[in-house]
């Protein structure tokens, strides 16, 4: 379970054919991802090279002791918001700090074997937190788009939008046309040719452009200056109590944000090779990826499904690809770094605007929302949280949401029924532990319990023994159908047997599962019940039942 798949690969023998299919890959990948940390680096508040920095030492470590034979890592689109908010409000220091407190996080989610546990977070809510944030990340890139004139852009959705709509008379046509033929190429070009990057040839093309005309369009170097060519030193944070305890919000919605989308990454890759991952490895390389990254003053990483997908397509086939694509970020961030400041930033604003479409999940969305009504409802939440309020309060609160809609689900599927004389009348030849198969004594009433008998159900089965307005000799509550109990259900099963011994009348639990009987065996309830008192088997609780009424009277 903790062992990296690179180790995997080779015990099981590597080749030569092996390491030239991963060598292409990865120079391939190496290429696509290039443009795309320039532009997360640039849209996320921080330098360039910081993206490049990223996706070299989270590439190389993701790779090298992950869990996927095939996953790519860096920084991505999903952490855009995150990033940039958490710069805006404690500076790049701070984002460092968060950035390395959520890589342990995830390395503890991993070591506690928490990987399996993520994938189940409902689809309505990582619909409604990537929908949110592909809004946002194309509502971001709209000033370099127009090539509009501000000074500042406002980090608040409609603010932003109003100042675009004040600005909009400073709109630059170059930028435009840049703008727009990104977009055509990067959309069109796999559609002739998937042996080249069309975001590539679109940034290629766009630089020599501006460049050759002198073009009055803003770029890298306009904006941010010199890309270092060389790497940065490394060098940790200044952490103590204090700032864990005002970065802890922070670094947990990158933790969580992180092990979602690596984890979803490393599912789509299964998908299409007919591997499978190792959810825990990958999660403690990914958290050891951001805790190194953030020492040499990266970002935020994590898996990447659009360069993991290429690396599939072409032709990639163990770790040692994504090895290759680390490498390959790292020759061109020391070689050719210089030439990158020329990249204008209407076409890294057209490679975001395709990247926020392709995570947007529109399909899905609409999908989700004609649905049943509380996934529905849980969409739009989180969607409109994501978009009007913060992305952390949308993740949390969707969460919560679902998490109740989930517990009110299955209380509704968890009845307790009190077997009538009615119901005792009808045989079931199906089923030979049916009440209806045998004699009810008088003076005994049987309650059927179906389904977990947890916190959210514990009021039904606490009402539903105080409906009778009898007093019977015997109670008989049936458990064969209860597959879990939970610390409140125990209580309110302690309070009953006490309230009926109160009462003077004895209680007998019928059919209950080996798990089930271990946690009253633990709460004491079956010293309290008695060990005569619990049975596997309808027919014996009857009989003991009768036993109790021919002893009416006597110490039983």
């Known amino acids: 379970?903790?062992?990296?798949?690179?180790?995997?690969?080779?015990?099981?023998?590597?080749?030569?054919?092996?390491?030239?299919?991963?060598?292409?890959?990865?120079?391939?990948?190496?290429?696509?991802?290039?443009?795309?940390?320039?532009?997360?680096?640039?849209?996320?508040?921080?330098?360039?090279?910081?993206?490049?920095?990223?996706?070299?030492?989270?590439?190389?470590?993701?790779?090298?002791?992950?869990?996927?034979?095939?996953?790519?890592?860096?920084?991505t689109g999903a952490f855009i918001i995150i990033v940039f908010g958490i710069v805006a409000k404690y500076g790049v220091s701070?984002?460092?700090?968060?950035?390395?407190?959520?890589?342990?996080?995830?390395?503890?989610?991993?070591?506690?074997?928490?990987?399996?546990?993520?994938?189940?977070?409902?689809?309505?809510?990582?619909?409604g937190f990537t929908s949110g944030i592909a809004l946002i990340i194309f509502s971001t890139q709209i000033k370099d788009f127009f090539g509009l004139q501000m000074e500042s852009v406002p980090s608040d959705f409609i603010e932003k939008w109003g100042a675009y709509?004040?600005?909009?008379?400073?709109?630059?046509?170059?930028?435009?046309?840049?703008?727009?033929?990104?977009?055509?190429?990067?959309?069109?070009?796999?559609?002739?040719?998937?042996?080249?990057?069309?975001?590539l040839v679109a940034i290629i093309l766009s630089t020599l452009v501006v460049s050759i005309f002198n073009l009055p369009v803003d770029t890298i170097y306009s904006n941010f200056g010199d890309i270092p060519a060389n790497f940065p030193k490394p060098s940790l944070p200044v952490i103590n109590f204090k700032i864990i305890k005002e970065l802890i919000e922070p670094a947990f919605a990158i933790a969580l944000l992180g092990s979602i989308e690596s984890l979803l990454s490393a599912v789509v890759a299964d998908g299409m090779t007919g591997g499978r991952h190792r959810s825990n490895m990958e999660l403690i390389a990914q958290g050891a990826a951001n805790i190194v990254s953030s020492i040499f003053g990266g970002i935020p990483a994590t898996g990447a499904i659009a360069r993991t997908a290429t690396n599939i397509k072409n032709g990639g086939k163990t770790p040692v690809a994504g090895i290759v694509h680390a490498i390959t970020l790292l020759l061109i961030m020391l070689f050719v770094g210089k030439w990158a400041k020329l990249i204008p930033m209407a076409s890294l604003a057209g490679i975001l605007i395709v990247v926020a479409y392709n995570m947007s999940e529109y399909k899905s969305f609409f999908s989700l929302a004609r649905g049943p009504r509380s996934d529905a409802v849980i969409l739009f939440i989180t969607?409109?949280?994501?978009?009007?309020?913060?992305?952390?309060?949308?993740?949390?609160?969707?969460?919560?949401l679902a998490a109740f809609l989930f517990m009110k689900k299955m209380a509704d599927l968890s009845h307790i029924n009190e077997i009538t004389d009615e119901i005792n009348d009808v045989k079931d030849i199906e089923d030979p532990e049916a009440t209806g198969n045998y004699i009810i004594p008088k003076g005994?009433?049987?309650?059927?319990?179906?389904g977990p008998l947890f916190f959210g159900a514990a009021y039904k089965f606490r009402d539903a023994l105080k409906l009778s307005n009898r007093k019977p000799q015997v109670v008989i509550i049936r458990m064969r159908y209860v597959p879990t109990i939970d610390a409140t259900g125990l209580h309110h099963l302690k309070e009953i047997a006490k309230d009926l011994q109160h009462k003077k009348i004895k209680i007998i639990i019928s059919g209950i599962q080996p798990e089930v009987y271990k946690k009253l065996e633990k709460s004491r309830i079956v010293f309290l019940i008695g060990k005569r008192n619990i049975k596997n088997h309808i027919k014996l609780s009857i009989d003991r039942a009768n036993e109790i009424i021919a002893s009416s009277g006597q110490k039983v």
């Open 1 to 75: 379970m903790f062992i990296p798949k690179l180790v995997t690969v080779f015990k099981e023998g590597y080749s030569k054919d092996l390491f030239v299919k991963d060598l292409i890959a990865g120079v391939i990948v190496g290429v696509v991802a290039l443009p795309l940390a320039i532009a997360f680096a640039i849209a996320s508040g921080v330098s360039p090279e910081k993206g490049l920095v990223t996706a070299i030492i989270a590439g190389f470590i993701i790779s090298a002791f992950g869990g996927s034979r095939v996953q790519i890592g860096g920084p």
């Open 94 to 127: 701070g984002l460092t700090v968060a950035t390395f407190i959520a890589g342990f996080i995830i390395i503890i989610l991993g070591i506690t074997k928490l990987g399996s546990v993520i994938k189940y977070i409902p689809q309505s809510v990582i619909v």
């Open 165 to 199: 709509f004040r600005n909009i008379h400073t709109i630059n046509y170059y930028a435009v046309i840049i703008t727009i033929t990104t977009i055509a190429i990067s959309v069109y070009l796999p559609r002739i040719t998937k042996k080249i990057p069309g975001s």
């Open 383 to 400: 969607f409109g949280l994501t978009v009007m309020v913060d992305l952390v309060i949308a993740l949390e609160i969707g969460m919560v």
């Open 444 to 450: 005994v009433e049987i309650y059927e319990v179906n």
